[in-house]
């Protein structure tokens, strides 16, 4: 038994020197291995719009200019070779006309030089491409002061709809010959005229005043990548031309007839080898890159779902860098040959909104009454309901137990890292069951602490954290009047988009990633009367937006001064706070986590995900 | 048997029309804005204004179930399977990826699971209640009872967490450059070992098949755990027939009893249950191919049905069903081959 059990221990010793032994070196020392979740949707600039398909253009393809390091507000230039800004004459007009003076040559992946028919071809391209649910939007807001080019065209040709402009009101079918003049006049009278070529110059002009249009233009999202005008035709993309080839049949394509959907041609430090979709994503060194060639030969992006799998990886040293969820983030930290940077500020939020007017038809308000067995449809439009239940959430206790202190709090829709954060006290609602009580007594003249409530609140199944905010509102309402009877319900996702889209929520949280550093990406969308998600509070609420919000937002997004953009900002943070128009539950902390022999990682939150032109590998 | 054959093919497409009927249905109980999550997985796709009328409109969406059925029977017909919004490619693309990964790791997976498994139950049956049975019986219910995301875990944390011999993946990084971006490598089957050999790279071939240990032992041994219990079940019931006795009593010798006699007619239910099981498997390797990050057809499957890909869905469906009926003749064909007294008519 006892020479049993020595075999044992000396197998054992045996196989943990072996394991100790298979990451003494370098792994793949030519490649950068990425292990994380999920796969890019597109090798499109013009349709990608999830970070995953985002950080694969990021490496491929360049912009007109960068963010400069880590930096979320300073620009280097990248395709052109000034950052345009009023004191050196390239922001004209009263920030109507900007000017980019593009680099020479600079070599595509396939050897093709860089033009400023390229750039300008581009810009256009993303235009007519404008794919629904993608993010040409933010194109047209500065260029056309409009959100798609359906919206031209209906207005130019005079419909109601952009399916009434096609015979059988089918969009990939044949247009209707009366409207072929509106629809050649839409490239030629719009998107012609907002970039424009003269020389080695690519000119925009802008249709309004537009603070953030250099950070929509920045390398940080895929839809302003330079694009190779003569390759891209030659693809089967749009060829440039009005009416020869009629633009409608390029505008908004399926995926699987995108002629760009799986290759690239950039002028990025990285070449797409091989992409076999969800499960790698295989990149080359580009010797030809304008920046000089990349430390490392060869990049690949891996989807392991399992995180066990991903963990064992990156233990193996099989990865180098690899998506850790902040649950298992201990379990990396006492890894051997592991790095772990923490406290990296992201640049998106959670929050959890109260609609002023709920659908009447919602099945999730019980009797539609104040009779404590269910809420009225105009529950929320009451401030002392909205302020209470500001009162009511544990931030603090959340934010440690749940998140696990990565998150910080926000006083309102600005995250910090964005112009207008503020971190004023006064702006922030504290937990305090007291005044929560306080100001639901005050609530609906007193009828609602004395006959209670009703009500059902909804997270999206399988995130937890959502679950956990939810559950700790309901259950100190609980605590501070038994008849406050909320229900906390999982919901799947299609059911939770639909009662969301439908406005039957009665308290709905969802999150919000930055597309571009600037308090504009924010605040309309949370407080605005057309918000992302504010226009799902009804009319009560559509009207005091365009009242009390909109003029400001407005204001905001043309002025040009930091301090004065700032000041208005921070004036609408008061106006979230004092009407406690949405309960702004945190900003996520997040992290990072590599093996020590990897070098040059650096963080910016406005990235899609890693730049692999600054790593290496070494011990 | 060729009219046997003939006519069970032909039944083919009316229950192919039959499974996709109904699966159809259960789609069209989701309203369209439910089945926009398909689309939109992350609400900031909503930042593009009107995106939802214009995402509704584009996939319609709000097609009425007859239109959308007779729709999606025309495409098929031209042999167009549509996109997967899972997968990112063309139903036929993700199919064509991974349907030879999952062949490969159940063909390989077949060897043990059928060999052992029929092979234990046998000794099993014949050492019936002494030391060995019990040994064998307690290993078998250990495989059955096991989960397979525990068993997989376990494989994977001593064979690759502490070992690193059995990496996770269908290849290691080099050989993916190889086999996916080299131009030198030819995909012929599409099953990686068998292209190894058939391109004369070795190498590839053995870092192909030290991918597939770990997952085939995973996958076989509650497969071949299930499968020594029919056969030790089937064995026992067979040892117990009267002409068993008879050929005892006659003299003939035990191992001629037990392999010629005993076991060709205890191996009948064991067919009919290994023929179904290695078709369960290829569509049923889901948890293996997820820990073992083995880029087959389950995961993708799953993944489609969580996020209500309708397209893959019934694509699926459509490929398991073909399975399914396939596999049956085979058995019952087997069958025929296997007792004498089967005729299929």
Redesign the interface.
Known sequence: MKRNLLAMGLLLALIMLFASFSFAEVKNPDTMILATIGGPESMDPHWAYDTASGEVIYNCYDNLINYKGESTSEFVPMLATEVPTVENGLIKDDGLTYIFTIRKDVKFHNGDILTPEDVAYSIKRALIFDRAGGPVWMLFEPLLATHSIEEIAVELAGVENYSDLFENGDTRGELKSNYKDAMVKVVTDYVNKVVEVDGNNVIFHLAQAYGPLLNILAHSGSWASIIDKKWAIEQGAWDGQADIDTWWKYHDPVCENDPLYAIENGTGPFVLKKWVPEEIVMLERFDDYWQGPAKVKNVQIKGVAEWTTRKLMLQTGDADLAYVPIQYLSEVKRMEGVRVIENLPTLSNVVSMFPWTINAESPYIGSGKLDGKGIPADFFSDVHVRRGFSYLFPYDIFITKIAKGQAIRNSGPIPKGILGFSDDPSLFYDFSIIKAMEEFKLAWDGELWEKGCEFNIFYNEGNDTRKAAVDMLATYAKMINPKFKITPVGMPWSAYLKAFLTETLPIFTIGWLADYPDPHNWVPVYMGSKGDYSSYFGEVYKEFAEKNVDPLTEKALKETDHVKREEIYKELLKIAHDQAISLYIYQPIGHHVERAWVKGWYYNPIRPGVDFYSLSKSE | MLAYIIRRFLLLPIIILGVTFLIFCVFSL??P?????T??????????????E??I???HLDDPFPLGYINWLKRIVRLDLG?SQ?????VW??IC?RFPATLELVLYSIIPVILVGIWLGVISAVHHNDMLDQTIRVTAIIGWSLPTFVFG?LV??IF?????WL???RLS??A??IV??SSNFHSYTHLITIDALLNGNISIFLDALRHLIAPIITLSYISWAFLLRITRSSMLDTLRKDYVRTARSKGVDEHTVIHLHAKRNALIPVITVAGMMIIGMLGGVMITE????Y?GLG??AATAAQQ?DSGSVISFALLFATLMIVGNLIVDISYALIDPRVRLE
């Open positions: 989701l309203s804005m439910e089945r926009l999550a689309y939109i997985h992350d609400p900031s796709t909503l930042k593009n204004p009107q995106s939802v214009r995402l409109n584009k996939y996109w899972t997968a990112n490619q063309s693309d993700a990826q875990l994977l944390f690759y967490g502490i070992l690193d990496p996770p993946g990084s080099w993916q450059d996916y971006a997820t820990i073992f990050t880029p995961f993708w209500l």
